[in-house]
């Protein structure tokens, strides 16, 4: 079967990297490349829609997708918690048959480990910060995938509770993500980069994933819209698709 695919961003990096995969692929069509002022009608009569465009826009994407019965993948960033919480209730008013959400903050391999690899060590430490880099071009910090990271690593903490992050009211300090402080560096040279510092007693544990070329990316995107006409409900993370043989629930 083949998946027509409506690219959401197709003038940007990813969108173009996107079309390229949807090219090569023998089964993905492409079925629409939308730009910024492309009517959000153009992904109507798609099999699954791939947003990669702002996190100002990716909501209406999102909404509309979802409104004509069209799954989408997600990679956008800038999706916390909460605002996957709202399109959780959006989902639900639309009743029993709504497509599938795929989140996707992060579609290479090795960092979607990382991610995995911290929040398995999240509650054996005091002290957890996350330093995350990433090309000048980013227009939001922190990452969405410092935010996944750090939301994760929280949530894997039960009953450990929250972290020890002393003056974490001074700005130098970084961005608290569930206590845990983010410190966000925009860099030219740099394509995509995470570092996780978990502190103990008389020991530290550094988790680290680096990008260094957009072709990471490529294996997690065709796996995702391979795997989203079939998905249901809301799914964050592209370690939902893989068979990591741990546990990091959301
Ligand atoms: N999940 C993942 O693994 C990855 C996620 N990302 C995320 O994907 C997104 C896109 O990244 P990237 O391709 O590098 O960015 P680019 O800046 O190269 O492209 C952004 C795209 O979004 C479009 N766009 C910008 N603003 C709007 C708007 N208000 N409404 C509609 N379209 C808009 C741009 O159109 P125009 O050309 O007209 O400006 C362009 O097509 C970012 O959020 C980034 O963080 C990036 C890499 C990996
Ligand atoms: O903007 C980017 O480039 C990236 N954005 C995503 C994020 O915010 O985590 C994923 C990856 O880090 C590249």
Excluded: C
Excluded at 30 to 38: D, N, V
Excluded at 111 to 116: F, I, K, P, R
């Amino acid at each position: 079967m083949t998946i027509r695919v409506a690219v959401a961003g197709a003038t940007g990096k990813m969108g173009k990297l996107a079309l390229r995969l949807i090219e090569e692929a023998p089964d993905l069509e492409l079925h629409a490349a939308l730009g910024r002022e492309t009517p959000l009608s153009a992904i109507d009569g798609a099999d699954v829609a791939f947003d990669v465009t702002h996190p100002a826009a990716s909501a209406d994407i999102v909404r509309h997708s979802l409104s004509i019965g069209v799954p989408i993948v997600v990679g956008t960033s800038g999706w916390s918690a909460p605002r996957i919480s709202e399109i959780e209730a959006f989902r639900r008013e639309l009743g029993e048959g709504a497509p599938a959400v795929l989140f996707v903050p992060n579609f290479s391999i090795g960092s979607v480990l990382g991610t995995a690899f911290a929040a398995l060590a999240a509650k054996f430490f005091d002290s957890i910060e996350i330093v995350e880099a990433h090309h000048a071009g980013k227009v939001d910090s922190p990452s969405g995938t410092a935010v996944r990271t750090a939301e994760l690593m929280t949530a894997a903490r039960g009953e450990r509770g929250p972290v020890a992050a002393p003056h974490a009211d001074q700005r130098a300090r970084g961005q608290l993500v569930g206590g845990i402080p983010i410190h966000s560096l925009r860099l030219s040279g740099v394509v995509a980069e995470q570092r996780v510092v978990l502190g103990g007693d008389g020991e530290t544990l550094t988790i680290a994933h680096s990008t260094v070329s957009p072709s990471s990316y490529e294996a997690g995107i065709l796996l995702a819209l391979r795997r989203a006409p079939e998905a249901e409900g809301v799914t964050v993370g592209l370690d939902a698709l893989l068979d990591l043989g741990i546990s990091s629930d959301r």
